[in-house]
């Protein structure tokens, strides 16, 4: 696989990346950076996204996700670190696809506090233990390997999400 770092934030000062990509204090001066981060993601999801459809939803994540390769993978290299536990946009922008499909769970009679933090939940956990696979995918080049893990977990959060619903229904 020939995946690049992007080029385009080599030109932004060395202050501006590592705040961007910290979240300022969050990623900073936090303990638990990456549930900080998570938890941004999550109220982030909820002003920005939640009202959007699945497909403006992807759209508006493979962006943000794009800008977190750049910026993430920038920060790690002026850092001198692989994947700094303070960089935490790779979180941030992968929380909204945990709620891919987050309205048909609503309709089967879930609250959307319940969604969201069980969506919280579930994707902190596939992040710290990075099961299915999700590993591996740190090792992809620069910014490539911090941030599709944390897009893998988001995306395995919410097929959790969509077949525990699934299985609720049935059971019941």
């Not at 000062?13 to 204090?25: F, R």
């Not at 939640?50 to 993978?73: E, K, Q, R």
């Not at 920038?74 to 960089?87: I, K, L, N, Q, T």
Request: glycine fraction near 10%; charge should be positive.
């Amino acid at each position: 696989m020939n995946l690049r770092q992007p080029i385009w934030p080599r030109l932004l000062p060395e202050k501006a990346v590592v705040a961007i990509a910290t979240l300022g204090p969050l990623g900073r001066r936090l303990p638990a950076p990456g549930t900080w981060g998570s938890l941004a993601g999550l109220l982030y999801f909820t002003i920005f996204f939640h009202a959007l459809n699945t497909a403006w939803l992807l759209v508006a994540s493979a962006v943000g996700l794009y800008l977190s390769v750049g910026l993430c993978g920038e920060a790690a290299y002026r850092m001198r670190r692989r994947d700094p536990g303070e960089v935490v946009l790779d979180e941030f922008m992968a929380m909204p696809l945990c709620f891919l499909g987050w309205r048909e769970l609503a309709a089967q009679g879930w609250p959307d506090w319940g969604i969201f933090l069980a969506g919280f939940a579930v994707f902190r956990l596939y992040d710290i233990l990075k099961p299915l696979g999700i590993r591996r995918l740190q090792d992809w080049p620069g910014g490539w390997g911090i941030v599709v893990d944390d897009a893998a977990a988001a995306l395995a959060t919410s097929l959790t999400l969509h077949l525990g619903a699934w299985a609720w229904a049935v059971l019941r």
